[in-house]
């Protein structure tokens, strides 16, 4: 299952009217979409701009409006943090304020390192309640409460612009009041830590921002989600970089599997993540492989990156193909590179593999596969339909 | 956002097995296709004829299944009343009844001006309740009764047919017993009040049946719609004469535009129809404009009328596509001339604008578009895709 992250497009000008994917030259899809079958999806629904987590979880065959509250559990759980059905948890910045509680800098100058920062939260203690708390890339964390009568319905603390007061969090419905309580409690200590942090000391004296507050962001819920392994009885792993995309992936029980050169940018190593899924291959019915960089150079709005890198991603698919019983190559949303951000056009797919019925379509593209048999589907619908294919679904009836 | 009302057909055996749209020389609505990209849509669900107020729900992106229960609200609404949700309104007719209650005209000899009477049931007072009741077009009428506890589960006072007694308003569930209480009691001041009104007086003496009694019918409970304002950040407006639609045009918080000389029927005013939707494009961003003798031909079986309409309204559509960014033409269903009535074939659809991935059909046609890029879709998912090339949708996600 190759997902190429915002790879689809609308027609480009400068490419005359065609589309990134119609403009490259890519015989290892078409290849596939000649074997196939064809057609259009809706990840989520029809003229809805999917985020990465959501358009994931429908990839993984899971409603997004019914188990999608927010972010945050999804940052967690792609951070490696376990999480339980009922934890809330949130997409965390370190951030520099000044002694007036104004945010001078939304990612502390970019900081690297902040492992020793990490050790000291989480010594913080909030009666009643567990914290989780961890550092992931640069200057992204994520924290998750766990305990009895909280709620996600709760505002930022972040207030998403510089030179702004951080924001207490509020209790945006009533059962939310004791959880805004105990968030802002924790904020207060956080930043009593981090303030007086030997490294924050060293960074001032070198010149640096410190990183001495927490901002809070994207509350959500952890829902429960069946196990891909229950739900259909097959073992299967994730090939990926972006945090959200591991961490739907582990909710949904899969094995994620690090690839170091795996950056999520137009440079990624696509060689290392496509030995590494067929590596994976070997003891897992199911594959999930993830690249990023389209969409990177969709919203930099650079159509040519985005035809070079779809170039590169085919010749990556060639070792691909023959190691596989079925192929499921699609996009989880469209990203024009002339609007520099997810739209709701729906994408292309194809599935190739022995019990296909393959139809006539000859290139993997936006307006070719509109033509296939698959029609035009919801993003939901994908995975029972591979399920189905590969002997995995359960009759629903007698 | 032109939509057709009824302009779909099927295939008319004197047209040559062709539909009324295949029919007719369009070269305006082919364009279209040609540049835009096309499909099949049903408005409310496969096999299900929609109504003017079911689909138009559909049309404006609600989920008539949710939100609608009966036509009373879009009546209410469409004669210039502003409803609260909760409210329970009722499309009425001014009708004649005898002594013994036996109903003899359901339209008291489609009497014309009733402003007398309607003054006259305004006062009418029921304990603990607020009514407003406003007369429309001839023997039309709307009534909304506002207050707590009330519900729409009761039957109609209209026994839908003459030389039968006037029905009792029945509760159909027990939360309905005191709404049924209140409706019978008005029913019986209407009549009080009407029976003795000096205009009915000067009728009889006229030798024309009095307006003597007011029939209820379609109660249904206001439902909240999130304005389109709300929903999509865009200001709107819709011109067009059918009340239904203007009610739930009225509902979704569009700016509704009246054109005199615009009627509703085969010779309504195209061109001032058209004019009115480009003058409010100048300070709306998007304009439904809908026209509605398709239907009445349908009903009459007229096919040529239909096809002369549809000519005509391609000529209409000249004018209107070089000044628009987006032009989306649609039907709101089916009415075969052949039936005379709604049917739940899907109609077509076209899209045509900047972002949009133009397909190869070349015809705007129940066959021709279901070819297209667009595939098959639900009515309310139309405006979600419109509003997403627009830039108007927002991320469900992160």
């Given at each position: ?32 979409a ?10 989520i ?32 759980a792609g951070?490696?943090?376990?999480l ?10 370190y ?5 007036k ?15 020793q ?9 909030l009666?009643g ?5 961890k ?7 994520t ?8 709620s996600h ?9 510089t ?11 009533s ?18 830590v ?17 990183a001495?507050y ?11 989600l ?15 970089a972006?945090a ?7 909710m ?19 060689n ?10 070997e ?40 190691k ?8 989880d ?6 609007v ?39 993003g ?13 679904s ?5």
């Open positions: 299952m190759l997902i190429c992250d915002g790879m689809a497009d609308r027609p480009v000008p400068e490419l005359g009217n065609l589309t990134p994917l119609e403009a490259a030259q890519k015989p290892n899809m078409n290849g596939i000649r074997r196939g079958i064809c057609g259009l999806m809706d990840t629904a029809p003229g809805v701009p999917p985020g990465s987590d959501t358009a994931h979880l429908a990839l993984l065959g899971y409603d997004p409006f019914e188990v999608y509250t927010g972010r945050g559990p999804f940052e967690a951070a490696g943090i376990d339980r059905a009922g934890d809330i948890a949130f997409r965390v910045n951030a520099t304020i000044d002694e509680l104004i945010v001078k800098d939304r990612r502390a100058g970019r900081i690297q390192d902040t492992k920062l990490e050790v000291s939260i989480q010594r913080i203690k009666s309640t567990q914290i989780l708390f550092s992931t890339v640069a200057h992204r964390a924290l998750v409460i766990r305990g009895k009568g909280l319905e709760v505002s930022d603390s972040d207030p998403h612009k030179d702004t007061k951080v924001l207490r969090v509020k209790a945006l419905s059962k939310a009041a004791k959880t805004a309580k105990l968030l802002n409690e924790f904020s207060r200590k956080a930043y009593k981090l303030k007086n942090h030997p490294l924050n000391q060293k960074r001032s004296k070198q010149g640096l921002p410190q001495n927490l901002l809070l962001r994207g509350a959500g819920v952890a829902p429960h069946e196990p891909l392994q229950q739900k259909y009885g097959f073992k299967s792993a994730c090939v990926a972006a959200l995309v591991k961490g739907v992936c582990r949904a029980g899969m094995e994620i599997i690090e690839v170091p050169g795996a950056t999520g940018g137009v440079n990624t190593d696509l290392a993540k496509a030995k590494a899924a067929l590596r994976a291959l003891n897992h019915e199911l594959v999930l492989l993830h690249v990023k960089g389209f969409d990177e150079a969709s919203h930099d709005g650079n159509h040519n990156a985005k035809v070079k890198l779809i170039e590169r991603t085919d010749a990556m698919l060639g070792q691909l193909i023959d596989t019983d079925y192929i499921m190559l699609t996009i949303h469209t990203t024009p590179v002339s520099h951000d997810h739209t709701g056009d729906p994408v292309p797919i194809v599935i190739s593999g022995p019990a296909v019925r393959a139809d006539d379509v000859r290139n993997y593209d936006e307006r070719s596969t509109a033509k296939g048999g698959l029609g035009r589907i919801r939901k619908y994908l995975l029972p339909i591979l399920a189905d294919l590969m002997g995995k359960k009759k629903f009836g007698a």
